[in-house]
Every structure is written in C-alpha cells, then in structure tokens.
T-cell receptor
Framework: SQQGEEDPQALSIQEGENATMNCSYKTSINNLQWYRQNSGRGLVHLILIRSNEREKHSGRLRVTLDTSKKSSSLLITASRAADTASYFCATHPDDKIIFGKGTRLHILP | DAGITQSPRHKVTETGTPVTLRCHQTENHRYMYWYRQDPGHGLRLIHYSYGVKDTDKGEVSDGYSVSRSKTEDFLLTLESATSSQTSVYFC??????????????FGPGTRLTVT
C-alpha cells in the first residue's frame, strides 16, 4: 500500500448506521489527520491525532491510531445525509504531508 | 472557507501559455500551500510557503513556480502550461503547528483546463 491509503474506496450505508473507514500507511508519522470533502468544494479538517495518541473523539467522530500496525480508522456514528462526502486521511512523516485517495461515503435515505 | 479566496475559479488556457493562480487569505496565517487534485491520485502538494519570500517544493513541483511577496497572497505560476497540468488546484493555509503540517484550511479550488 502507498502512504496514506484509505479503505474501502467507496461505502454506502443507511442513514442512522455507523460508517467506518480505514487508513494504512508505510512510514512512521508525527500525526495523522482526517479531512472531509463535499462534491466540488475544498477539504474541511475533521480531526488530528498525534503519534503518541491512540484515540480521539469529536462529536460523532471517533478516530483511532495504531502505530504498530500503521493504521487509523475513522468512525462516524449515527450517520446523516449531510455526511455524504469523500473522506481523506493525511499523514505527516518528516517534513511532508501525504494525502490518500479517499473513501467516498454515500448515506442512503 | 476560512477567509481564503482563489482566483480565478475556472480557467481554460492553451498549451504553452503561462498561467498564474492567486490565493488570498485574510487570516494572517504563516503557512500557505498549493495542491493539485486529480482522479486516482488524491491531493498532492506542489509548493508551500512558511513566510514571506520563504517557499519550498512539494511532491509534484516540476513545471510550477510560486511567489509570496505579502503574507496574504501566494501565487502559483505554470511557466508553460501542458495538458498534464489540467487539474483542480487548491490553496490551503495553516498556523504552522506540527512544523507546518498540522491542521489546514482549504480554499474553494480553481479548475484549470489546458487544451
């Protein structure tokens, strides 16, 4: 896998269900971030987790980080139609930032 | 979009012509970035700036140059546009936490088509 690769590429769930997407990376990192992008718009920062943190919450978002497995997961609970978007992880190894290709999330009514 | 504007929002240009995209911020943030977003590649960093007249290359800097003469403006120039530079270009800013690679705020994007 490349640095910052999301899985799955696309996900469709019913409104009200939880959505989980994963990010894997190759090299050690200083932090990992998750962003959301609505169609035709710029990215919006959701949450940043540092390499010495294991879990972080923000509203309906829960992010975990497992540095031993070089992976992170983003959980969105009680999904809403407005959560339909693409979600990107971004890793920060050394003096660079690398974005993954994203997970397209579609919330079905 | 966090006090960030990009101009133009859409541009169509011919191969071989120079093109300049402008990013303007009202947040007085130290760091500014230019990315391109292409299907199948995600978001890739072109250049970034960590202060007036201080810039550095990103992952895909060939064929691009940047300038920052004022805190609020960051210009991206395609010296001689090629069809491979057809893309959506995003500007971003940050306060510079985590060595400049912490939380970033993105502009609305510029869709550039090179014919």
């Amino acid at each position: 896998s490349q640095q910052g690769e999301e899985d799955p590429q696309a996900l469709s769930i019913q409104e009200g269900e939880n959505a989980t997407m994963n990010c894997s990376y190759k090299t050690s990192i200083n932090n990992l971030q998750w962003y959301r992008q609505n169609s035709g718009r710029g990215l919006v920062h959701l949450i940043l987790i540092r390499s010495n943190e294991r879990e972080k919450h923000s509203g309906r978002l829960r992010v975990t980080l497992d540095t031993s497995k070089k992976s992170s997961s983003l959980l969105i609970t009680a999904s809403r139609a407005a959560d339909t978007a693409s979600y990107f992880c971004a890793t920060h190894p050394d003096d660079k930032i690398i974005f993954g290709k994203g997970t397209r999330l579609h919330i079905l009514p | 979009d966090a006090g960030i504007t990009q101009s133009p929002r859409h541009k169509v240009t011919e191969t071989g012509t120079p093109v300049t995209l402008r990013c303007h911020q009202t947040e007085n943030h130290r760091y500014m970035y230019w990315y391109r977003q292409d299907p199948g590649h995600g978001l890739r960093l072109i250049h970034y700036s960590y202060g007036v007249k201080d810039t550095d290359k990103g992952e895909v800097s060939d064929g691009y140059s940047v300038s920052r003469s004022k805190t609020e403006d960051f210009l991206l120039t395609l010296e001689s546009a090629t069809s491979s530079q057809t893309s959506v270009y995003f500007c971003a800013i940050s306060m510079g936490l985590a060595g400049g690679f912490g939380e970033q705020y993105f502009g609305p994007g510029t869709r550039l088509t090179v014919t």
